[in-house]
Structure formats: structure tokens, C-alpha cells
């Protein structure tokens, strides 16, 4: 294959929605196919690199060390390590993952990679890429991640993210052993809560049950054992947690994590623990991230970069558990993806659209696109036929794009329609597109920067498959799956307009041509797949040979637009094997056969002129060569014909010589498992190819490179190519010209058109079904004649030949109408007299018999099918009937019926019973033999020898036996044995303990309820007999009462009762008449039979004839021989016949006579009838009171009955709940076995942990210990270095070996490498990474000791020779040194990991002796609820002495009783309250004495000390002169006036005073106006100065608060010291002041009381 040439990827392009990385500073790669792109965002040029394996899974990047690794899409793939910018493969990693890794990762603190693989064995592994090393691996640890991150500060953590998990995987290191341990993360619950974890950690033993008995945990409930069993239970039992979405490490070694339910997440690998920054529920949330779900984040030294699903990129600042939005950014559209270069001076942003953004802070704020390619798959490409080597290609989304020579995108145009095939034509810039609606859109790529549509034309009503120009661009040939190739022309002058079409046998596979210019015609080959085939190979070949002029005159098609015979040859050959695709060569045709996965060659018959168009023939292949491994394939030919280019769902592509195909050049352009290669196309050149991926996005641009020994081949395509372009270089310019000035095409999308055009021909077409056959006339022809909306060029084309023909017979046409509208109006007549004329039998009258027989066959078949489906219904609903019968009515063995009272709603049901299986019945016999022998041998352990014991035991229980009765009742928990359904084999609840009792109680119990049941149905059906007689006996009592009623002529209703369908439900299988509201349906069959029943019938009433006799008794006697009662009192005596025809003033005596007798003998009539008819009416009431005393003697009866039923009710739900309970302790019994079985698992599970660890523990003692001897002996050899220094420089004087040895204990300060500047945003530059630094330390520190070593620094006087032999010394010193600082580091690391497994040890000894614990108390929790039975017992109302705060009673802390001891309590406390009450009333009647008289001895010292009181103030008390003077005189009024004038004087004196006043204060408030407007003014001034101050002194605050925190706190502290102190004292000084003041106002009063002394004595005087 290398012997004919190679081939090299020119560009690629596409972008398949994975991740972006960066690789360097400026540039980053991302994956494209099965190619690797890397784009410098700076230059934009970009490099390629094809994967050395199958395809291109998972990709990673570090960009600070320029490697990127990536895995390959096969079984048991590869991961490829490579370096850039050099693309050189640094290592292959193979590791056990049978099928394909999902995510990789790439350190930064050393060559460490880690992969995660998918299905089976979801295993995380971590690499030494450089040694080829697996440094330690995690099976089913990777089960749902989908990313990995290494911790940029310590390589020792990986970070796994999961679909809706996170674990922080710990890498613990001794020396060379690696081992990952977890760290699950517990995320919140999607309300922000944190999730209590449910899975108990120990169990312990309370010392009192709970209601139902010990608590268990979940997993025992369930019944859940090993592993799997917490996740599941904490799966079913906890609130839905939150989904992370993104994650980012921290400069402090934290994560931020962002959720899809829009929370932002801290959390601490090392505490576990988990903070919640952003909650969106909250109503204090930053209303900007409300709406997002941190798709992704990055971090720099300004903040947390956030995306979300809006178009929008965040910049956050936390400070503690706050967040704020420092910076906001807007996007054209949404990305999924952002991340910092190594430098952090640029974001990259990326959509899964194919977008491309980038962001540099330092420079700009502004957003730039770098990458605009779009995503989604390619459907075709193609190179334009000029020098520029421009390609176009379109998408499935209907995207049109130009690309460059170098792969850049130049311009796109929406189609706005699902595009499927595309071609390029070779005499014009333009490209035709063919779309899923079958139209061929004509697009002008003239101007490079905005391609237009200029024209357009629909082809088919389905999708176009095949676009192919011929080479000289005369034609452009369609084809479908219509079996329809069309002829266009592609010159743009001719407007692109259709020649004509051609029909092929069978759906198109494959098509194209070959231009002959010496012969002037052009070649079309179609693989076609027969009339017949239905499958996508086809064994026929059409030729069809078309001239390559004059194809535009009127004979070269019909009318219809087909191609004329004498214009197109049609050739047809056949194939052996079917083919999947062909090309048409020169004279001969190559193809690709799928069955045979061979490229076969064929010679075409030279002398085609003898063979018809209808002959088929036969053709085998001349060279048959292995194809490719995996198709179908696709066939090109090169434009000089030399070579063949094959692609296939392989993802190859084969490049072969015409001339011997056998040899080829192969590359995987695209990957196999996203379907492989679509389409390929040559360039002019045929140097250059075109290829689309089918399933991956890219577009691939291929260089034809063929050796020097051939370059004849290469002369030869390009001379080919420049004499074409030679030859159609003016017709080019030409066509050119005219399709620049062709207008744009103005429409809005084909789908849209072709959606409103087809609902258009729908409307009419629904027009034209609604016109009546009275209103037709020529409008209603005119509209069936009516072309469809967006029809096709063919039926445009047909329409226009119907056009034709209706103005070619227009005249004909008319009289045919005329004739026809006569006619019309003549049957319209006839219809409308045919419808007011009276029904009678018609025969059908049908001017178009064939429409009719149409319609009757029309019709019956949908009366056929409305019939197989009403048959369908009917057996659907009679197969529900009887499986409903067979299951609820036919299975029971006692059926559901209720009765109903008479005279009210009352209404009791019954027991539906089963009929018992065998198995019940079989384990209740097993049962009740298991307790006869029990019982037996129980009542032979407790026969006593002693007969005196057992007489008086007999005494004792006589007197005890009807108390033992209710106690009985009581305890055995029902009222089952009151209702006569006792078992003698029921377990004393006392004595159930083990669960084959408890069992073997259940079934007991349910027998007890089935005979509770049947016994209650016995009683139920005796009722129900019961009330069918009372209705018989009520139907025999209403007939008699009826015929009364009849006979009284009465008007009256008869009170008539019967059965229910409840209580006769087995009417409910029986469908009466009068139930049926349609017309019985009768198939023939069954009309013949009742028509031979009425002729049955005729004959029988013929044969019996008239029969005289029995018509003059029917006329006589009503056809009976006796006379009736009933007739009575319609009897009537005849009056005389002179009555009737004589006035009485003319009767004879005579007839007086027979008129009195007359009138007699009616007198008695009537008499009787009196007599007669008050018996009836007796008799009748008596029947009614009959019939309404049996019916309420049966409502009693019925009450009784429901009275049973609900005590029946009570112990069945009595034995229920016992059965409830017994279920639920059997339950119990197996939760704790479960819990046993799971805790001794677990036990096994850590003690075989436990012996792995020990034998760990004692490898890596061993291992410590080796290596701590390896560390001493370094040291020592170190230490001897030092006292070996004298004796090394023995011959040296001693002053200068002391020099020396100071110079010998120098070291050098070795300072840390800094790559970055000082204005770096790295968030981890300030860090030190973790791990192993020695080599780089070694090295960094003999670098130092250079400048030590170096002339300069050598004492003055040394010999030179000394001096080396000195530096010498102290260099193997420094390496001494840095190996004993190895040694110690590497030592310190094997016993931190020795210490962890240690700790590990301890805790799985704490885990054992735990487990250990639990069991104990589960055995004795076990033991507990053997012996702690729960008992049901029937207590009455009065007997529960418990609190009810509920519902229901707490029984927790209650005792049970015997009812004699509640009893004798009683009556002792009955006992002791007469005694203590008497005691009381005793008591109560001598305090009540003491009281009266205390009462009274204090009432008399109350007055005693009253009377001194008065006599002490009589004593005491002052009058004045003036109530000496009043006391003295007698002469009052004088006084009065006395009074009066004085004070007349004073109110006069007070109110000129007051006047006085009233002027002073006047003016006083003038002037304190004038001084309030003063110190308004004043004031405002002030407010200016305070705002001004305000801020000044908020200034100084500021200043002062950040300048002097300590101080002022200092300060607050002794200020508020002072005002503790000062608050203090004022309560002091207030406490002093009130005692000060209570004195004051004592003496006040008591002076006032000695100076006003009361007047009471002398009133009394």
C-alpha cells in the first residue's frame, strides 16, 4: 500500500461536544472525530493529530507541563500519553478495562494520571504515566462518575464526580505501595436541609419495648443482607439529595461544588463536612443566580467563575459562609464548559453548539469568539471546482457552511429545511442542495463572505437522495426513491430549468455519469433494486445515454415532460450479487457488493445499438478484490478517472488506481462506532478529497500525496484538471455573470410552504366533498379541476396538459354539460316528487349501477367491521363476565345476599364464605392432632398422687365458677365462646412463645372466625326462609285483598313487598325482556325459525275451528257453570214493566201490589248488600293487620338478628386483631433473625478485614524496620563524614582547618523557582505542592554550591589543590545531607501509613467487639420478646383506671389486676375515707370554735386600740383664734358677711394682678419669638456644619476602627467598665434618696397628724 502514496490530513473541522483542555499558555485541544485539534488562540492556526489507535474516547490535559493523554474507543483500549508541541507519544498505558474508559485526569504534582473506566468493572485507577506504573486501582468504584480532578495542591486526592454522588479518593503512599481510600460526600437534601443518616451504627437494648416490640433498623425490616444493603435503605428512606453538576478545587484543598437544582457548595474533604453558599429557595437569594445550576466553575484570585444555564457568566466572591456577584458578563448564547489557561490570564468558555469564547481580564472585558463551527452532523460535502479549493458542506440542521483552503469557516447560510445530498457544479460558483421534501434549492457561493439562495424547484413528494453534475456541467441529474431521475440543466442562463425525467425500475441506490466529449454525450449509470426488491441492494444497472446538445427542442419530450425515446437509450443490465453502490467509468463500472464485502469491477458491452431498451443483460465481474472490513461502502471516481476513492461505515478511507485495484492506500479518517464515513469528494485536482463522518460531527480535508516514481499520474491530473478548466473556462465566466445577477430568492422555508400549500389543497379537497348533487353545476367541475398546491414539476406539468386538452375540447366539453345539466334538473324533479310520495315498496332506481354496487360494497364492509368489533366487545366483556363470575360468585361457597326490613332501612348482610382449599383444611387437621397430643401429655405431667387435693380443688371451684366464666371471657381476649363457637384447642395466650405456636394459633384462630361465620350464616338463612314465607303468605293475603278490592270497587294501592336484587342476587344472571331496550337483532337463521312458528301457530288456530258450544257459554255465563259470590252486589231486581211505560196515577190495584212487593224485596237487597259489603270491607282490614303484624314480628326478629351480627362483627375483629398480632410477633421473630444473620455477616466480613490488615501490619513493620535500619546507616555514614573532615585535611595548618570547617558547615539558601510575576492570578502560586521534591531539591542545591565552590569565596593563602579537594568534600557532604533528608522523608511517609493501619487495625477490633456487643443484646432483646407476650384482654369500661390523653389509652405503664384485689382495695379505701371524714367534721366543728373566738379577742383589742387612738388626738388636738371665735359665738351670719366682703377684695387684687401677669407674659413671648427665629437661623447653619462634620467623623471612625481595632476595643471595654461602675453608684445614691424620701413623707404625716388633729370629739360633743 505505501508503494503508491500516502495520505496526509490537510484540516479538520467540527466539534463533538466534549471537553476543552488547555495543552499550553495559548493554545488548547479538543476533540474532532477521530482526530485531536489543537488551536493557538492567539494565531488561530491549527495542527492535527490522528489518533494512533480506533477512535478518540476520553481526553485530558495539563497545560503546565504540556502533556495531554487520551484513550481509544475499541476492546481493552489504550490510553496515548503525548507531549506538545512536539505530538511525540510519550508512553501507552494498557491497562484491564475490557471496554472503555469514561473520564482521565492529569496531575500537577508529578506524572500522575487517573482514568475511571465504564461497564463491568467501573474501576478507578491512578498511573505513573512515566514509568508505565499502576500505582493502585478501585474496582466498582466508578460506577456512575463522570469526571476526575486531581487536587492542584496535593496529587495524594482525586476528586471523583459523580451523576448524582461525590467521593474525594485519598491516595495513601509507603515507599512504592499505593492504595485509594473514600471519602463519601453526604450531599443536602433538594430543600437545603442536611439528611440525617438512617443506617444505625449500633444497636443497644432499652430496657422497655415499644409498642410493637424492639425497634430494628430498615435493612433487617426489609430483610436486606450484605454491601448493597445501606445504599438501597438509604435510597428508600431519605429525601432526594442534591445532583452536583460541576466541581472546583480551592486554594485551601476545599471544593466548591454547583448543583443542577442551582445550590452552591462548600465542602472539606478532611472533615467531610458540607456548607451550603448559595441557596436559589431562599428569599433572601441573589436574584441573578436564582435561575442558575453552575454548570461549571473555575477559580482565580478574584473569585469563583460560575456558568449556569443562562447566557450569562458570573464572577463570585465568598467570605465565610456569604457570597456576592463582583462581575457579570453577557454571552451571544449558553456555554457548558469554562477554564483557565496555566497562566490564569485567560477564561475559555464553550457551548456544546460548537462556540468557542475566550476572556482576558487583564486586557479587556471584553468577550471574544475564537471557534465558530457549530455542532452536528455533517449530511454532505463537497470542493468547489475552482482554484481556492473552497469546500462547502451542509448539516442536518440545514446549515450551509464555506470553508477555506486552511479550514477556516468563511460564511454559512441557514436552508431553514432538512437538507440530504449536495453537489457542486463545475461551470458556475454555485452548489445544489437537495432536501427532505423533495426539493433542489440552487445556492449562489459566488460571494464567499454571504452565500444566497437563487433558486428553487420542487422534484418530489420525498426526500432527494442523489445530486450528480456530469464533468462538463451540462446537466444535473436528481434521483429518489420514486423511481424518477430528472433532467435539469445546470447553466444558470437556462434558470436551472428541468428538461425532462425518465423512469427507472425501482428505487435509485447509486447514480452517475460520464461525459464522452467526442461522441457529445453524456453517460448516466443508476443502480436500481428491480420492480420487486423491497431491500437497499440492487442487482439492475440502467445506462442511459444522453446527447450533450440540443436536448431543449419540442420532440425531445412529451407533453408529461418525459424524455423521448429517440433522445434517451436505455441500457439495463444485470449483476450476480446485488450491489449496495456503483460509478460509471469508461467503459466500465466499478461497484461494491455488501454481501460479499467486495470491490468488483465490470466491463460494459461495446456494441449497445443491437440490444433494445427492454433486453436485460447479463454481466460478471472481470476483477473481484477484497473491500472493506466493515460496510456498506461508496464508490468515487476521481475527475481524470484514474482513481477510486471507497469509504465505509469502517471509518477508512482507499484511494486505488483504475488501472489495478488490488493495491490501495488507506486512513482512518473517522471513527467506526459513530457509523464511519458518509460521503467523499474529489477536488479538480483530484489531489485533494472531501470526507463527512456520519455520527461525529467533523469534516476532513485529505492531501493525495503519491511518490516521486509515479509522479507521471500526478502530471497527468493536473493537466487533465487545467485543460478542463481550459475548456470551460468561458462558458464559466459566462454562467457566472448570470448567476450574479440573479435575484435572491424570496421565500420563508420549504417545510413552511410545503405545510401551508398541502393544508390548502386539504381545504379544497374538503370543499369539494361537501357539495349536494341538487347544487352542482360548473363551479363544482371547475373546483374538481383544480391543480394542487405546491405540486411537483411533473404534476405541474401533467395539469398543464389537461389544460391543454380542456381548451383543445371546450366545445365538445360544453354540449356534454349542457346534456348533463338537462339531465340533472330531470333527476332533481324526479327526486323531490320521489320524496312527497307516499311509502310504498319501490324498486331502486340507479343511473350508475357500478357506483352503487361500489357503495353497497363500501358499505358492508364497514357494516362488517363495526360488526367484528362489536363481536370483539361482546367476547371481551362475556370473557370479564365469567372470570368475575368464576372468581366472586362461582368460588364461594356461601354467596353475598342481604334481607331488608319491612318498615324501615334496615338491612344485615352475610358471611361471603370460600370453600376451604385442601391445604387449610389439611393444616388445621395437623394442627388440632399437634394439640390433642400436647394436651394430653400436659394433663398427665399434672396428675397428682395425692386424691384429697384434688377433692378440695373441686371444692374450691364449685363457688369460683361462674366468676371463672367472665374471667375466662376476659382473658382469652374474645367474645367467641359467648357466641357458642368455642375451640378446645386454642393455646392459652399466656403460653405463646414460640413461633410454631404462634402458627399453629393463627390457623386455630382462623378456623374460630370461619366458625363464628358459618354459624351466624345458619341463623341468616333461617331469617331469609323466614321472610321469602311472610312474602308468600303477603302475595296469598294482597290476592284475596284484590279480589275484595275488585268486588268493592275500591280505588286503592296495594302495599306489595318482594325480594331485592341484594337479596336475591341470583336474578342478576337472568336478563328479562323489559331489561332490553333495542330491537332484538335476528340473523337469518333465527328469522326462518320464527317465521315457521307463526305458520305453526296459523295452522293450529285453523285446525281447532268454531266451536258453537263454548262461545254461547262464554256469551251466558262467562264460560262457567257456577254462580260466583263476587256478583252479588252487582245484582239488581228488575222494576215491573208498567213502571216504566204507566204514570202511577194510572196503575191498577194490581199493579200497586206488584210495586209495593217490588219495592220490598229491594228494600232486603239493599239490605244485604249493606250486611255483605261491611263484611268485605272486615274481612279486608283483617287481612292488612295480619299481613302488618308478621312483618313487624319479622323486623323484630331482623333486629335480633343484627344484634347477633354485631356481636358477631366484635369477635371476629377480636380474633383478627389477635391473628394482627400474632403476624406481626411472627414478623418480629423473623426481623431479628434477619438482623442476627446480617450482623454475624458483617462480624465475618470484619474479622476476614481484620486478618488482612494484621498481615498488612506486620509487611510494612517489617518493611519500616528494614528501611529505619537503611536510614540509620545513612545517617551514620553522614556523621562520619563530619568527624572524618580533620583527618581528611591532616597536612592543612589548624587555623585554617578551623576556616574550612566553617566554610564545610555553609550551606547555601536555595530559593524557590518563581515562574510567575508578582501580578500572576494562579490562586496557587502561593502553595507548595505535595509529594516527593528531592531530585529537584538535590539539583536546585548543587547549582547553589557552584557559587560557594566558586575562586572567589577560597580563603586567601589556600592552595588551589586544597581547595578542590575541599569542595570536593563538601559537595559529597550536601549529597550525604540531602539523602539522609530523603531517607528521613521517606520514613516519616512508611510510618504515618504504617500508623494508618494501625488505626485501621484498632477500629476493626472497635468494629468487632461492637458487632460482638450487638449481637449479645440482640440475643437478649430476642430472649425479652419471647418472654414478654403481648396479651389481648376484654375489660369494661369501668375496669380501665388508665388515663386516656388520646385516642387511645397509653397502656405502657400499667398493671393487670385481678378484679377481687381492685375490689378489697376499694372497700378498705371506702373504709378508711367514712373514718378520716369523720375525723374531719370533728376537727372542721373545733377550729371553727377557736376561730369565732380568735375572731372575737381580736375584734375587741381592734376596739381597745381605736379608743385610744380618739382619746390621744382629743388630747392632742390645736384650734385657731377663728375656730375658737366660731366654737364661741352663736351670731353666725355676721360672720358670713364678714367673709364675703374680704374675699370680694381678693378676687378684685387677684384679677388686676393677673392683668398684670398676662401683659408681662405677652411680651415675654415676643421677645422668645425673636430669639426662636435667631436660633433657627443658627440651627441651619449648624445642620450644614453637622453634615459636613458627619462625614468627616465617619472618615475618622473608618480610619480609626482599621488603624486602632485593639485599642478601641480596649477602650469600649473600660468605657463600658466606667458605666457599670457610674450605674452603680446612681443605684446607691436612688436607693438612698427613696429611704431618704419614705421618712420624710413618715414625719410629714405624723406631723400633720399632730398639728390637724381630728374634730370628732367635738361632733360627738
Not at 398493671?1455 to 367534721?1481: C, F, P, W, Y
Request: with cysteine.
Amino acid at each position: 500500500m505505501d508503494d503508491i502514496g500516502s495520505l496526509e490530513i490537510r484540516w479538520i473541522q467540527g466539534f463533538t461536544n466534549k471537553n476543552i483542555e488547555f495543552v499550553d499558555d495559548k493554545t488548547v485541544c479538543y476533540t474532532c472525530g477521530s482526530h485531536i485539534c489543537f488551536l493557538n488562540l492567539e494565531t488561530k492556526m491549527q495542527s492535527v493529530l490522528q489518533s494512533p489507535g480506533r477512535g478518540i474516547g476520553a481526553l485530558t490535559a495539563n497545560g503546565n507541563s504540556g502533556i495531554f493523554a487520551f484513550s481509544e474507543q475499541k476492546l481493552s483500549p489504550s490510553i496515548f500519553v503525548y507531549s506538545f508541541p512536539e505530538l511525540q507519544l510519550k508512553n501507552e498505558l494498557k491497562g484491564t478495562t475490557p471496554l472503555d474508559y469514561t473520564s482521565l485526569t492529569l496531575s500537577d504534582g508529578g506524572p500522575y494520571l487517573g482514568c475511571c473506566s465504564s461497564l463491568p468493572d467501573h474501576t478507578i485507577t491512578v498511573w505513573n504515566w512515566e514509568n508505565v506504573e499502576q500505582l493502585c486501582t478501585q474496582t466498582q468504584a466508578g460506577r456512575d462518575v463522570i469526571s476526575l480532578v486531581f487536587n492542584p495542591l496535593n496529587w495524594l486526592q482525586l476528586c471523583a464526580l459523580g451523576t448524582s454522588s461525590l467521593t474525594v479518593w485519598n491516595i495513601e503512599k509507603s515507599a512504592g505501595f499505593h492504595v485509594l481510600k473514600p471519602s463519601v460526600i453526604e450531599l443536602p437534601a433538594t430543600d437545603g436541609s442536611f439528611v440525617e443518616r438512617l443506617w444505625p451504627t449500633s444497636h443497644t437494648v432499652s430496657k422497655q419495648f415499644t409498642y410493637f416490640g424492639p425497634e430494628m433498623p430498615p435493612s433487617a425490616i426489609i430483610g436486606l443482607r450484605g454491601d448493597k444493603a445501606e445504599s438501597i435503605v438509604t435510597n428508600l428512606c431519605t429525601k432526594a439529595r442534591l445532583t452536583p453538576a460541576a466541581i472546583c478545587w480551592t486554594a485551601t484543598s476545599e471544593l466548591y461544588v454547583g448543583c443542577k437544582e442551582g445550590f452552591l457548595l462548600l465542602v472539606d474533604p478532611e472533615r467531610l463536612s458540607v456548607s451550603v453558599l448559595f441557596n436559589p429557595t431562599t428569599a433572601d437569594a441573589i436574584p441573578e443566580l436564582k435561575q442558575s445550576n453552575f454548570q461549571a466553575l473555575a477559580l482565580n484570585r478574584n473569585g469563583l467563575i460560575a456558568v449556569g444555564k443562562e447566557n450569562v457568566v458570573h464572577c463570585l466572591q465568598t467570605k465565610g459562609a456569604q457570597i456576592s456577584v463582583t462581575q457579570t458578563w453577557q454571552l451571544e448564547g449558553p456555554v457548558t464548559t469554562v477554564t483557565y489557561s496555566p497562566d490564569y490570564e485567560t477564561l475559555l468558555l464553550s457551548s456544546n453548539m460548537g462556540q468557542i469564547y475566550m476572556l482576558n481580564p487583564t486586557r479587556s472585558e471584553k468577550i471574544v469568539k475564537i471557534l465558530d463551527v457549530l455542532s452536528g452532523n455533517f449530511m454532505a460535502a463537497a470542493l468547489l471546482q475552482s482554484d481556492k479549493n473552497i469546500s462547502v458542506s451542509v448539516r442536518e440542521s440545514g446549515e450551509l457552511q464555506l470553508w477555506s483552503a486552511d479550514g477556516f469557516c468563511l460564511s454559512s447560510l441557514l436552508l431553514q429545511a432538512e437538507v440530504t445530498s449536495l453537489a457542486c457544479c463545475p461551470i458556475a460558483q454555485y452548489a445544489a442542495v437537495g432536501t427532505a421534501s423533495g426539493n433542489v434549492l440552487f445556492i449562489d457561493l459566488n460571494r464567499e463572505q454571504q452565500p444566497r439562495l437563487v433558486h428553487q424547484v420542487h422534484l418530489y413528494h420525498r426526500p432527494v437522495d442523489h445530486l450528480v453534475f456530469d464533468q462538463e456541467g451540462h446537466y444535473l441529474l436528481t434521483g429518489a426513491s420514486d423511481s424518477h431521475i430528472y433532467v435539469l440543466d445546470a447553466k444558470p442562463s437556462k434558470r436551472f430549468s428541468v428538461i425532462g425525467y425518465t423512469v427507472v425500475p425501482g428505487p435509485v441506490l447509486s447514480l452517475s455519469t460520464q461525459c464522452i466529449r467526442d461522441l457529445e454525450q453524456v453517460n448516466v449509470l443508476a443502480l436500481c433494486t428491480g420492480q420487486e426488491s423491497k431491500n437497499h441492494d440492487g442487482s439492475l444497472l440502467i445506462l442511459l445515454t444522453l446527447p450533450a446538445k440540443d436536448l431543449a427542442g419540442p420532440d425531445c419530450v412529451d407533453r408529461h415532460g418525459c424524455l423521448s425515446n429517440h433522445i434517451l437509450k436505455v441500457s439495463q443490465y444485470e449483476v450476480p450479487h446485488p450491489l449496495k453502490s456503483c460509478v460509471l467509468g469508461v467503459g466500465e463500472v466499478f461497484a461494491y457488493c455488501h454481501r460479499r464485502k467486495t470491490l468488483q469491477r465490470f466491463q460494459l458491452p461495446q456494441d449497445t445499438d443491437s440490444v433494445s431498451s427492454h433486453q436485460v443483460v447479463q454481466l460478471k465481474p472481470e476483477q473481484e478484490v477484497k473491500g472493506h472490513p466493515l460496510g456498506p461502502a461508496s464508490l468515487v471516481l476521481s475527475p481524470h478517472q484514474s482513481w477510486l476513492a471507497s469509504v465505509g461505515q469502517d471509518g477508512l478511507l482507499h484511494i486505488r488506481e483504475t488501472a489495478s485495484i488490488e493495491q490501495y492506500i488507506e486512513l482512518q479518517c473517522h471513527s467506526y462506532r459513530l457509523g464511519g464515513v458518509r460521503s467523499v469528494s474529489f477536488s479538480a485536482d483530484s489531489q485533494t478529497l472531501l470526507t463527512a463522518g456520519f455520527n461525529d460531527g467533523s469534516l476532513v480535508c485529505i492531501n493525495l500525496r503519491i511518490k516521486s516514481l509515479d509522479a507521471d499520474k500526478v502530471h497527468n491530473a493536473t493537466q487533465y484538471s487545467q485543460s478542463m478548466g481550459y475548456f470551460l473556462k468561458r462558458i464559466f465566466i459566462k454562467e457566472n455573470k448570470v448567476l450574479i445577477d440573479l435575484p435572491e430568492w424570496g421565500r420563508e422555508s420549504p417545510a413552511s410552504t410545503e405545510k401551508t400549500e398541502e393544508s390548502e389543497a386539504l381545504q379544497i379537497s374538503g370543499r369539494t366533498t361537501t357539495v349536494d348533487v341538487t347544487e352542482q353545476d360548473e363551479s363544482y367541475n371547475s373546483l374538481l379541476s383544480a391543480p394542487r398546491s405546491h405540486s411537483t414539476w411533473l404534476e405541474s406539468r401533467q395539469e398543464a396538459a389537461v389544460e391543454e386538452d380542456n381548451q383543445q375540447y371546450s366545445e365538445t366539453k360544453k354540449n356534454l354539460r349542457k346534456r348533463m345539466k338537462e339531465m340533472r334538473d330531470i333527476i332533481q324533479e324526479m327526486i323531490r316528487e320521489n320524496e312527497k310520495a307516499p311509502e310504498i315498496e319501490l324498486q331502486e332506481f340507479n343511473l350508475d349501477v357500478e357506483e352503487q354496487k361500489r357503495l353497497d360494497a363500501m358499505a358492508e364492509q364497514e357494516v362488517s367491521k363495526v360488526r367484528n368489533e362489536i363481536e370483539l366487545e361482546i367476547l371481551e366483556k362475556c370473557y370479564l363476565r365469567d372470570v368475575l363470575k368464576r372468581e366472586c360468585w362461582d368460588s364461594m361457597k356461601v354467596k353475598g345476599r342481604a334481607i331488608k326490613a319491612f318498615h324501615s332501612e334496615h338491612e344485615v348482610k352475610n358471611y361471603l364464605l370460600k370453600e376451604r382449599s385442601e391445604k387449610e383444611l389439611e393444616d388445621l387437621h395437623r394442627v388440632e392432632i399437634m394439640r390433642t397430643m400436647e394436651k394430653a401429655a400436659c394433663t398427665l405431667q399434672q396428675i397428682s398422687p395425692e386424691k384429697n387435693s384434688n377433692t378440695t380443688s373441686v371444692k374450691e371451684q364449685e363457688p369460683g365458677e361462674e366468676g371463672h366464666e367472665s374471667e375466662s371471657v376476659a382473658v382469652t381476649g374474645s367474645y367467641s365462646t359467648q357466641l357458642g363457637c368455642s375451640n378446645p384447642y386454642l393455646y392459652d395466650q399466656f403460653s405463646l412463645q414460640t413461633t410454631e405456636q404462634k402458627i399453629n394459633q393463627i390457623i386455630l384462630l382462623q378456623d374460630m372466625i370461619y366458625r363464628v361465620k358459618t354459624a351466624f350464616n345458619t341463623e341468616f338463612d333461617a331469617v331469609h326462609r323466614q321472610k321469602v314465607q311472610e312474602l308468600s303468605r303477603i302475595r296469598d293475603r294482597n290476592r284475596q285483598i284484590r279480589e275484595i278490592i275488585a268486588e268493592l270497587e275500591m280505588n286503592e294501592k296495594l302495599w306489595e313487598p318482594s325480594l331485592d336484587v341484594s337479596e336475591w342476587p341470583e336474578r342478576l344472571f337472568t336478563v328479562d325482556d323489559s331489561e332490553i331496550k333495542v330491537e332484538k337483532y335476528l340473523t337469518p337463521e333465527q328469522k326462518k325459525k320464527e317465521e315457521m312458528k307463526k305458520l305453526e301457530e296459523q295452522r293450529r288456530l285453523a285446525a281447532k275451528g268454531d266451536n258453537s258450544r263454548e262461545r254461547a257459554l262464554d256469551d251466558m255465563m262467562d264460560g262457567v257453570l257456577e254462580v260466583k259470590k263476587e256478583g252479588f252486589l252487582k245484582m239488581e231486581i228488575p222494576p215491573p214493566e208498567f213502571v216504566l211505560t204507566k204514570p202511577d196515577i194510572h196503575w191498577s190495584e194490581e199493579e200497586k201490589k206488584v210495586h209495593k212487593e217490588y219495592e220490598k224485596k229491594s228494600k232486603e237487597l239493599s239490605t244485604e248488600k249493606e250486611k255483605y259489603k261491611k263484611s268485605l270491607e272486615t274481612e279486608m282490614k283483617k287481612l292488612q293487620a295480619s299481613s302488618k303484624e308478621a312483618t313487624e314480628r319479622f323486623d323484630e326478629t331482623l333486629k335480633k338478628l343484627f344484634e347477633k351480627k354485631i356481636k358477631c362483627e366484635m369477635a371476629i375483629y377480636q380474633e383478627e386483631l389477635k391473628i394482627t398480632y400474632l403476624v406481626y410477633s411472627v414478623h418480629m421473630d423473623e426481623v431479628m433473625r434477619n438482623r442476627e444473620l446480617e450482623l454475624k455477616l458483617r462480624l465475618e466480613k470484619t474479622l476476614a478485614f481484620k486478618d488482612e490488615i494484621e498481615e498488612e501490619v506486620k509487611k510494612h513493620e517489617k518493611e519500616v524496620e528494614l528501611f529505619h535500619e537503611t536510614y540509620d546507616s545513612v545517617l551514620a555514614e553522614d556523621k562520619v563524614l563530619d568527624k572524618e573532615f580533620r583527618k581528611e585535611f591532616f597536612d592543612v595548618p589548624r587555623h585554617v582547618v578551623d576556616h574550612l570547617y566553617r566554610l564545610f558547615k555553609r550551606r547555601p539558601r536555595v530559593q524557590k523557582m518563581r515562574t510567575q510575576i508578582d501580578n500572576n492570578q494562579n490562586p496557587f502560586k502561593e502553595q507548595s505542592l505535595c509529594g516527593s521534591l528531592a531530585p529537584d531539591g538535590l539539583g536546585k542545591m548543587m547549582m547553589a554550591m557552584e557559587e560557594l565552590d566558586a575562586q572567589e569565596n577560597m580563603p586567601e593563602g589556600l592552595n588551589p589543590v586544597i581547595w578542590e579537594r575541599f569542595c570536593l568534600v563538601r559537595r559529597t557532604k550536601v549529597e550525604s545531607e540531602q539523602k539522609v533528608r530523603v531517607k528521613a522523608l521517606a520514613l516519616a511517609e512508611m510510618q504515618a501509613f504504617l500508623q494508618k493501619r494501625r488505626d485501621e487495625d484498632k477500629a476493626a477490633q472497635q468494629e468487632i467487639r461492637n458487632l460482638t456487643d450487638e449481637l449479645e443484646s440482640l440475643h437478649k432483646e430476642k430472649h425479652r420478646f419471647l418472654t414478654d407476650i403481648m396479651v389481648q384482654v376484654l375489660l369494661k369500661q369501668g375496669q380501665v383506671e388508665v388515663s386516656t390523653t388520646g385516642f387511645t389509652p397509653d397502656y405502657s405503664d400499667s398493671v393487670l389486676l385481678h378484679r377481687s384485689v381492685v375490689e378489697d382495695l376499694n372497700s378498705t379505701i371506702r373504709t378508711l375515707g367514712e373514718q378520716k371524714i369523720a375525723a374531719m367534721v370533728e376537727t372542721k366543728d373545733l377550729r371553727k370554735g377557736i376561730i369565732q373566738l380568735e375572731w372575737e379577742n381580736k375584734m375587741r383589742r381592734m376596739q381597745i386600740e381605736d379608743l385610744k387612738n380618739k382619746a390621744r388626738d382629743i388630747q392632742m388636738l390645736r384650734l385657731s383664734e377663728d375656730q375658737k371665735e366660731y366654737l364661741n359665738k352663736t351670731d353666725r351670719d355676721s360672720r358670713v358677711s364678714k367673709q364675703v366682703s374680704t374675699l370680694k377684695k381678693t378676687i378684685a387684687f387677684q384679677e388686676k394682678t393677673h392683668l398684670k401677669d398676662v401683659e408681662i407674659r405677652k411680651n415675654k413671648i415676643k421677645q422668645l419669638s425673636r430669639q426662636a427665629a435667631m436660633k433657627a437661623e443658627k440651627n441651619a447653619v449648624l445642620d450644614q456644619q453637622i453634615h459636613d462634620m458627619q462625614v468627616t467623623v465617619a472618615e475618622m471612625r473608618h480610619l480609626y476602627q482599621a488603624a486602632a481595632s485593639e485599642e478601641s476595643q480596649v477602650a469600649k471595654t473600660e468605657q463600658r467598665y466606667q458605666e457599670i461602675l457610674h450605674r452603680r453608684k446612681l443605684k446607691d445614691i436612688a436607693r438612698a434618696q427613696a429611704e431618704e424620701l419614705a421618712f420624710l413623707s413618715a414625719e410629714v404625716e405624723r406631723l400633720r397628724m399632730k398639728n390637724f388633729p381630728s374634730l370628732d370629739q367635738l361632733k360627738h360633743n
